[in-house]
C-alpha cells in the first residue's frame, strides 16, 4: 500500500495532497522510494509536462522497482541519487538558477518532502508553487528539541535521538523551516520511566 | 472591541498643481511634533469638513516613510465622482487645518523578495514613490514600469527617471507605448514579487497574465482603492442605535451612519480591509455589493456588508449598528 | 521614582523574591472566579499609578537579574535571539519603539539623544552609555533587536504581516512558557499556536487573527495570559525541559507554597511602523502562592479557578500532576465568601 490516509491533527502538521498539472514555465519534481508513483501518475495525466521536467529521484532500498517506469514515463532529465544528503548540492544548484514560473512537485515520504520544501522556500520560492503528495512509508522525520540534532525514518513513538541519545516522543507539531516534527523527552519529569514504544499510527 | 484610529490634527503646509488633473497636498502637525514614521504602501484617510458633509477618502502616502517633517499625498481630480476629489482641488488651501488618519498599510512591500516588480498605471504611482524611497534607503532591488496617459500627465515621470534611470521604465499611450508584460514576467529571479496598482482593468490583466506564466497568487500583490459608487437613495434601520437613516444619492451608508451619530468601525473606506464587516439583521431587497472583503457564499448568504462602498437596493435593510 | 533593584537568581539556589510593592503590583489575571480562553484584548493604555500597566515597557525591581539571566541563557544557546534576513528593519522599529518609551517613561533611568541618524543611549541601571548610527548594524556590538532586548524584560516576538496572516520572524525568547523560538520560527499564526488545545475549537484565534491583522499604528493592546510555575524558573523551555521537569516532582504539601509559582504574562501588541510588522512583548511575571494569598481576594479565587479548570488546560500548562497538592494548599485560604469583580485587590 503506498497511500495512507493521515489522521485529522493540530494546525501545524501539513495536509499532503494531491500532484495536479500546472502551468509554468519549469518543472523539478523531487521524489523518493514510493513517489515515483505518483510522478508516474502525473505524467499519464500530462505527458508534456514530463518531457519538460527536471526530475531528482532517490530509490531509497526501492532498488529499480519504481526507476525504469519512471525514466520510460519520459522525464526531461533524471537524476537517481543515494540519499538526501548527497542530492542536497544539486537540488540547491537548481533552485538558485530557477526562475519564476517554476513549479515545484515533491512526493514520497514526510521526510523528503519536508527537506526538500525546505530547500524550496528558503531559496524564495512561493509556498503556492509547490505541490505536494505522500506515498509510501509513514516514517517520520524529527528534530531533537534538545540538542537539534535530527533523526531521520522514525516509525516508533517514543524513540532515542540519534544524536544525544534522550528517549523523545513524537508530536504533530511541525517546522516548515525544518521540515521536521518536534521531539521532545518523554521522561523529563519522572527520569527513567519510558514508555513502551508503539508503531506510529497502531 | 474594534482596532483604535488613531487622528493626526494638521495643517496643510502647501498645495502644489502637478499637471492638469493631479495637485499634490503636504500636511505638517498642528501641534508641531513630528509625524509618525511609516511603510511605503500606506495610506491615510482624509476628513473634508464640506459644510455640514464630511467625507473621509484614503489616499495612499507618497513621501519618503523615513521623512517625519510632514506627509504628501497627491490627488487625481474626478469629475464625476462624489465629489471628494473636488472639494480637495477646488476648497483646500494652504494653512487649512484638516485632521488625517494614522498611517494604515494594506499594500507592503513582501520584505523576503528578491526582487521587487512595481507596475503602475497613472494615479496609481503614488504609493510606489513612498516604497521606492523606502527600498532606495535599504539598497532593495526594484524595477517600476509605469504607464501613462501622455508626457503632460506622467505625474512624477521626471523626479523617478533622473533618480532612478535603470530602473524605472515609462510607457506613453499617446505614444502607443505598452507594458510588455509576458516578456516582463518571464526569466524573473526566484524570489520576485510582483506590486500593482492602477485602474481596475490593469490590476485584472497583471493577476490574469502572472497566473498564465505560472506565477502564484502569494506573489502578486495589489491594491485598488474603491471609490464608493453613488446610487439610489434607500433607508436602513440600525437596530441597536434604534435609528432609521437614509442613505443619499452621493453618500456611502457607512457616511450616512456616521453621520446619524452611530460609531462604525473602519479602516480603508475601500472595502478592503475588512475592519467595517456588519451583519444584516434582516432584508427584503437586493444586496449591491462593491467590496473584495466578503467572500461568494458570505454574499449570497445575505447575512453581511461592507457599508464603505456597498448599496442596498429594496424595500427594507436592519443592520446590527 | 527610584527602583531599588534586586539581587537574586532564577536558577540553582532560587533565591528570586517579590517585596511587599511588588506583590501588591501584581499583575493578577482573572477577573472573576473561573477562566476560559477569550480574546480578552483591551487598549494598551497606561494604567493606575505604580501598577504593571502605568507604562509601555514595565520596569520593576527584577530588572537586573532578568537580564543578567538572559545574558546567563544567551551565553548557554545563542538560538534563543533569532531574526530572519527579511526582519532587520522591523528589529530597528523595536529598538526605536523600546528606547524612545523607556526614555519618556522612566527618564531618571534611561536617556537618548537623537541627531539624526546619530544616536546616543544611555542605561544607567545596566551601566551602558552607547552612540550608534541608527540602521547601521555594524555600528552595535548585537543586532538591534538583540541589543535592545537584552536590556529589556520580557520576551518579544516579531510577528511579520503578509498574505492575511502573521509569521512568526523573529524574536529573543529566554522566559517562555515551554514553546521554542527556534522550532517556531517562521511559522504563520495558526501554525505556532496548533499545540494549544480548546482555543482553536471556540474560534479563540480566528478573532484574535482577525483583529490583530486591522492593528493600528499609535493603538497598541494588551492582554494577560498565565500558566503555573515550579521554583522561579524564568527559562521553562523545551529545550532544557529534561532539566527543569524533574523540579515538579518535588513539590510536599510542606513547600508548595514556597515553591510553587502562577506565572502571569504581560503581553502587548504593537504595530510596527517602518516594517508594518507587529511586535508582541511577553513580560513575565512571578509570584509564590504564598504572596499570592497576602490578598485575601487572590487567594479564595486562584483556588476556584485551579480547581475548577478543564483538564485539557491544566494538562497544557503544565500542573495536571500537582493540580491536588495546589488546590489543598489553597482551599485554606477559601472560606467560601464571595469575591469583587475584576482583577484588581479589594
Not at chain 1, 55 to 83: C, E, H, M, N, W
Not at chain 2, 46 to 60: F, I, Q
Request: net charge negative; with cysteine.
Amino acid at each position: 500500500m503506498t497511500r495512507f490516509t493521515f489522521p485529522p491533527s493540530i494546525a501545524s502538521r501539513p495536509v499532503w495532497g494531491t500532484l495536479l498539472p500546472r502551468k509554468g514555465t519549469a518543472f523539478l519534481m523531487i521524489a523518493d522510494a514510493e513517489g515515483a508513483e505518483a510522478l508516474i501518475d502525473l505524467a499519464k495525466a500530462a505527458p508534456d509536462l514530463m518531457a519538460a521536467a527536471d526530475v531528482v529521484y532517490l530509490p531509497k532500498g526501492t532498488g529499480t522497482r519504481f526507476s525504469d517506469a519512471l525514466r520510460a514515463a519520459g522525464p526531461g532529465t533524471l537524476y537517481i541519487g543515494p540519499s538526501f544528503d548527497a542530492a542536497e548540492p544539486r537540488i540547491k544548484r537548481m533552485l538558485a538558477d530557477a526562475r519564476m514560473g517554476l513549479q515545484i512537485f515533491l512526493t514520497g515520504t514526510e521526510g523528503l518532502m519536508g527537506r526538500a520544501m525546505a530547500l524550496a522556500l528558503a531559496a524564495g520560492t512561493p509556498v503556492d508553487a509547490i505541490q505536494t503528495e505522500h506515498r509510501g512509508s509513514v516514517a517520520r522525520r524529527m528534530q531533537c528539541v534538545h540538542c537539534k540534532g535530527f533523526t531521520e525514518d522514525v516509525m516508533t513513538d517514543p524513540f532515542v535521538c540519534a544524536h544525544c541519545g534522550l528517549n523523545l516522543f513524537v508530536r504533530d507539531h511541525y517546522s516548515r523551516r525544518f521540515g521536521a516534527y518536534q521531539g521532545v523527552c518523554v521522561d523529563a519529569e519522572d527520569p527513567g520511566v519510558i514508555p513502551p514504544q508503539k508503531e506510529l499510527y497502531s | 472591541m474594534s482596532a483604535g484610529t488613531s487622528k493626526i490634527a494638521v495643517r496643510v503646509a502647501d498645495v502644489i498643481k502637478v499637471n492638469d488633473l493631479v495637485t499634490r497636498f503636504r500636511f505638517v502637525r498642528r501641534d508641531g511634533r513630528e509625524m509618525p514614521t511609516f511603510s511605503g504602501g500606506a495610506h491615510t484617510v482624509v476628513e473634508m469638513k464640506d459644510g455640514d458633509r464630511t467625507r473621509l477618502n484614503p489616499y495612499s502616502l507618497m513621501s519618503d516613510p523615513a521623512d517625519r517633517s510632514a506627509y504628501s499625498i497627491s490627488v487625481r481630480r474626478d469629475d464625476v465622482g462624489r465629489g471628494g476629489s473636488l472639494f480637495m482641488h477646488q476648497k483646500v488651501k494652504p494653512g487649512d487645518e484638516m485632521v488625517i488618519s494614522y498611517p494604515v498599510n494594506l499594500f507592503s512591500l513582501d520584505l523576503r523578495a528578491s526582487k521587487h516588480l512595481m507596475l503602475a498605471g497613472g494615479i496609481g504611482i503614488t504609493p510606489f514613490l513612498a516604497q521606492i524611497k523606502q527600498l532606495g534607503h535599504a539598497g532593495g532591488n526594484f524595477e517600476l514600469h509605469y504607464s501613462v496617459r501622455t508626457a503632460a500627465l506622467g505625474s512624477y515621470v521626471d523626479e523617478l527617471t533622473a533618480a532612478h534611470p535603470d530602473r524605472v521604465h515609462v510607457y506613453y499611450d499617446d505614444r502607443k507605448q505598452a507594458i510588455d508584460l509576458a516578456r516582463l514576467l518571464d526569466g524573473q529571479p526566484l524570489g520576485t514579487h510582483i506590486y500593482v496598482c492602477g485602474p481596475k482593468g490593469m490590476i485584472d490583466w497583471v493577476h490574469k497574465t502572472a497566473r498564465a506564466h505560472g506565477w502564484p497568487e502569494s506573489a502578486v500583490h495589489s491594491e485598488e482603492f474603491l471609490a464608493p459608487q453613488s446610487g439610489k437613495p434607500f433607508s436602513v434601520e440600525l437596530a441597536r442605535s434604534a435609528k432609521t437613516i437614509t442613505v443619499g444619492e452621493h453618500e456611502s451608508l457607512l457616511e450616512a451612519i456616521e453621520a446619524a451619530g452611530v460609531e462604525a468601525p473602519y479602516l480603508c473606506r475601500g472595502g478592503a480591509c475588512g475592519q467595517c464587516e456588519t451583519d444584516v439583521l434582516a432584508h427584503e431587497g437586493t444586496f449591491i455589493h462593491n467590496d473584495h472583503w466578503l467572500t461568494e457564499d458570505q454574499r449570497k448568504g445575505c447575512k453581511k456588508i461592507m457599508p464603505c462602498v456597498s448599496r442596498f437596493d429594496g424595500r427594507r435593510l436592519v443592520l446590527d449598528r | 521614582m527610584t527602583i531599588q533593584f534586586n539581587d537574586e537568581t532564577f536558577t540553582g539556589d532560587y533565591t528570586f523574591r517579590n517585596s511587599p510593592r511588588a506583590i501588591r503590583r501584581f499583575p493578577f489575571p482573572f477577573h472573576e472566579d473561573s477562566y476560559m480562553y477569550a480574546v480578552n484584548l483591551e487598549p494598551h493604555l497606561p494604567g493606575p499609578k505604580g501598577s504593571a500597566f502605568e507604562h509601555r515597557f514595565d520596569v520593576d525591581e527584577h530588572y537586573l537579574s532578568e537580564m543578567k539571566d538572559r545574558a546567563r541563557v544567551l551565553a548557554d544557546d545563542p538560538l534563543r535571539c533569532q531574526s530572519l534576513p527579511h526582519m532587520d528593519l522591523a528589529g530597528w522599529d523595536t529598538l526605536e519603539l523600546i528606547m524612545t518609551s523607556k526614555a519618556e517613561d522612566y527618564p531618571d533611568l534611561f536617556e537618548l539623544h537623537r541627531d539624526g541618524d546619530r544616536w546616543r543611549w544611555i542605561n544607567r541601571p545596566m551601566g551602558i552609555d552607547d552612540t550608534f548610527t541608527f540602521l547601521d548594524k555594524t555600528t552595535l556590538p548585537y543586532g538591534p533587536l538583540e541589543y535592545i532586548t537584552r536590556q529589556t524584560q520580557g520576551d518579544y516576538a516579531i510577528l511579520d504581516q503578509r498574505e492575511n496572516d502573521l509569521w512568526m520572524d523573529a524574536g529573543m525568547v529566554t522566559t517562555q512558557a515551554d514553546w521554542s523560538l527556534d522550532f517556531d520560527i517562521g511559522m504563520s499564526f495558526m501554525q505556532w499556536h496548533a499545540p494549544v488545545p480548546l482555543a482553536h475549537q471556540l474560534g479563540v484565534f480566528d478573532r484574535a487573527l482577525k483583529f490583530l491583522l486591522n492593528l493600528q499604528q499609535g493603538a497598541p493592546v494588551r492582554r494577560l495570559n498565565w500558566t503555573m510555575t515550579v521554583n522561579p524558573n524564568l527559562d521553562t523551555s523545551p529545550e532544557n525541559y529534561h532539566k527543569w521537569g524533574p523540579e515538579k516532582t518535588t513539590l510536599t504539601p510542606e513547600n508548595v507554597g514556597q515553591k510553587q509559582h502562577l506565572r502571569v504574562e504581560l503581553q502587548t501588541l504593537w504595530r510596527l511602523p517602518r516594517s508594518n510588522a507587529m511586535l508582541f512583548p511577553i513580560r513575565g511575571y512571578l509570584i509564590r502562592l504564598e504572596d499570592i494569598v497576602t490578598v485575601p481576594k487572590w487567594g479564595r479565587r486562584l483556588h476556584r479557578v485551579l480547581r475548577d479548570l478543564p483538564v485539557e488546560l491544566a494538562t497544557y500548562k503544565g500542573f495536571i500532576r500537582n493540580r491536588p497538592m495546589i488546590v489543598e494548599y489553597l482551599s485554606q485560604f477559601d472560606d467560601g465568601a464571595p469575591t469583587s469583580p475584576g482583577c484588581f485587590p479589594d
